[in-house]
């Protein structure tokens, strides 16, 4: 592996054919914030809106999430957004396994030069790849769990909240641990 600089891994990612994905997307969808944010929130992958305009979270569930990091003093410029997935499958369908393992450099990539404090899964696909296979988002939401000497948690993907404003409540409690997680580990976050 290469020394990376965000430029330099940008480039080289939006050059990737190694999946089907590539043959269908418009951009890659590599990720959006501070290079040097202290929190890293990970999707599984883009949708219609991301795709077509190249950053992560940008359709009804992107002004969601905006909104979620406004209830904890946060915006995109102090945190860092990606996805497990940098081209979007088709139909929105969740990423394949062979997807995910085929983009899985490039996470790893970024959350290496990176070095969050603090990794915010958005939404089960994403938590059971890096929390754990079986993990169940409906019971394990807004828990901190220990992951390669991070602290990661899982909550609602904005657009299950669209889909069952019920979660919301729920949601507005996870985002207030992620605010007292950020405040007694992040040097520069809040």
Known sequence: MTADTWEALERECGACRRCSLCQ???????????????????????????????????????KLLDTMLEIIHLDRSRVYIANMVKCRPPGNRDPLNVEQ???????????????????????????????????????????????DGRRVMAIYHPAAL??????????????????????????HTL
Do not use: Y
């Open 101 to 147: 393992d085929a983009c899985a450099q490039w996470l790893e990539r970024q959350i290496a030069l990176l070095a969050p404090k603090l990794i915010v899964c958005v939404g089960r696909i994403s938590a059971m790849r890096f929390i754990r296979p079986d993990f169940k988002i409906t019971k394990e939401h807004g828990q901190w769990f220990e992951k």
């Open 24 to 62: 269908t997307r418009h951009n890659v969808v590599f990720g959006v914030g501070s290079p040097r944010a202290e929190v890293l929130f990970i999707g599984e992958g883009p949708g219609e809106q991301e795709d077509l305009q190249g950053e992560p979270f940008v359709g009804r569930a992107g």
């Open 162 to 187: 669209l889909r069952d404003p019920g979660k919301r409540p729920e949601t507005f409690e996870d985002l207030k641990r992620l605010e007292a997680a950020i405040r007694e580990t992040c040097d």
